[in-house]
């Protein structure tokens, strides 16, 4: 899968979010924790781009555990994503924008990520997830697979 880039992938808003993203690398995985370089996961990466693009958190998330949702089904982090973000069309996505992805086929959206494009045009995606810390990773067919909806940061018209 390719991605198609800003009009100006230099100064655009996606190369701005991607930016942000790409500054949390590096950063090891904690449960709930939201702060560059100290620990992130998931979630706490994208609040950490929101609060670098946009300033303050439009909402605190509650707490949560590992399997959070799972239990009773709720679909929590699409709700959100749906309430803070503008919903985009799987062809539509483009570097910067973000994947809320179900890490089974029946289960419940948990994890969630920053699409960007290698340097040959591929996709990527900036994530974190146990063991790993935050990482940048090919967009394969796999991950692709899990996507269970694709969201642009308020603002961004490209």
């Known amino acids: 899968m390719t991605v198609q880039a800003d009009s100006d992938p230099d100064t655009g808003a996606g190369a701005r979010a991607v930016a942000a993203a790409r500054g949390w690398l590096g950063t090891p995985y904690r449960h709930q924790a939201s702060r560059r370089g100290v620990g992130a996961d998931c979630l706490g990466l994208v609040r950490g781009v929101w609060r670098e693009l946009l300033g303050p958190e439009p909402e605190a998330p ?17 709700g959100a994503a749906t309430r803070h973000f503008a919903s985009v069309e799987a062809d539509g996505a483009r570097p910067g924008d973000i994947v809320v992805m179900r890490m089974g086929a029946r289960a419940v959206a948990k994890h969630v990520g920053v699409l960007a ?4 045009g591929y996709a990527t995606i900036i ?30 018209s490209d």
């Open 62 to 78: 509650p707490p949560y555990t590992a399997d959070w949702s799972e239990t009773g089904g709720a679909e929590r982090l699409l």
């Open 117 to 120: 494009a290698s340097p040959d």
């Open 127 to 156: 994530h974190a997830y146990s063991g790993q810390g935050v990482v940048e990773s090919p967009f394969t067919p796999a991950w692709r697979r899990r996507a269970a909806g694709f969201f642009r940061f308020p603002g961004r």
